[in-house]
């Protein structure tokens, strides 16, 4: 079997279990779309990173400034030579999300437990309700990379240059059949359905096994590469609705096939659903790639 582009970035439970004492070096971070239930119970001595309290900022719609981040990171002992394992539920949604935005602020060892917190529990591994306390430090983050996302306007420009989009979310919502997030009407809504002209859909979850980690590489290059025929060397947007889902492929895209140039555009569809003057597609892809009506 391959290995995957940079295998270094994911970890298994196993090599987990062996470092949840190294505090000094590594630092276990919690992140869930659920946010209650790190209180519940949690793998030992690791922290928790709320995405809706600790990474997006109160006011604008967007992530937490550079500062806010120093604090963050501040608060949580990280020092910028932290070794960082995110894990969480959803198959790890929420995990790859704070991936995502500490790379953003230049973190270098960043890392992800392949198969989240469900595989944690399935195996039967330890939790605890004890919050750890780490002595503060003075982190000093780099400014937000750009590199890795999309603004609505770059979004746009893309689309018109025929440039390839990956739309992760259900086929219900790239379809139009929805326009607010699966099995909740009152979630995430917006005032058009469908999806972003020319994107394919393949859903985050066909990137992800049973148990929560991710498929083998063969599997995935048969998805991305052979089914999809997507370019690795191209440059490439994942949407979903809020970025958390196409922060999943992201992570696949970039970190397991090698991705040259790959972007999450996290307005996703709540903004561009919502956005006056944008186009929207509806309906299937038929054999030559046209849309039904």
Request: glycine share 8%; charged share 30%.
């Amino acid at each position: 079997m391959s290995e995957y582009a940079h295998p270094e970035v994911l970890v298994s439970t196993d090599w987990v279990a062996k470092h949840l004492a190294d505090t000094e070096r590594v630092r276990v971070i919690e992140s869930n779309e659920d946010v209650l239930l790190y209180a519940t119970g949690h793998l030992h001595n690791a922290v928790h990173v709320d995405w809706q309290t600790d990474l997006q900022d109160p006011d604008v719609r967007d992530y937490i400034g550079q500062k806010p981040f120093e604090a963050l990171c501040s608060r949580l002992g990280i020092r910028p030579d932290t070794t960082l394992v995110f894990y969480g539920d959803k198959s790890n949604w929420w995990a790859t999300y704070a991936f995502w935005t500490f790379k953003m602020f230049g973190h270098a060892d960043c890392r992800v437990m392949d198969g989240g917190r469900a595989k944690w529990e399935a195996e039967g591994r330890t939790l605890t309700t004890e919050v750890p306390k780490y002595d503060s430090t003075d982190y000093s983050a780099e400014k937000p990379d750009p590199s890795i996302r999309a603004f609505r306007d770059d979004v746009l420009a893309h689309m018109q240059d025929g440039g390839a989009l990956v739309d992760v979310r259900s086929p219900a919502e790239y379809i139009g059949e929805i326009s607010h997030a699966p099995h909740d009407p009152a979630s995430e809504a917006a005032l058009r359905a469908g999806h972003i002209p020319g994107a394919s859909n393949v859903p985050w979850s066909r990137a992800a096994n049973a148990d929560g980690t991710f498929k083998s590489r063969e599997d995935l290059e048969a998805i991305y590469l052979e089914e999809q025929d997507l370019d690795p060397k191209a440059e490439t947007i994942a949407y979903c609705r809020i970025g958390e889902r196409s922060s999943h492929t992201w992570f696949v895209l970039k970190y397991l096939l090698g991705f040259k140039d790959v972007r999450n555009y996290d307005g996703s569809w709540t903004e561009w659903g919502n956005l006056v003057g944008v186009p929207v597609e509806k309906g299937e892809p038929d054999d030559d790639g046209d849309l039904d009506d």
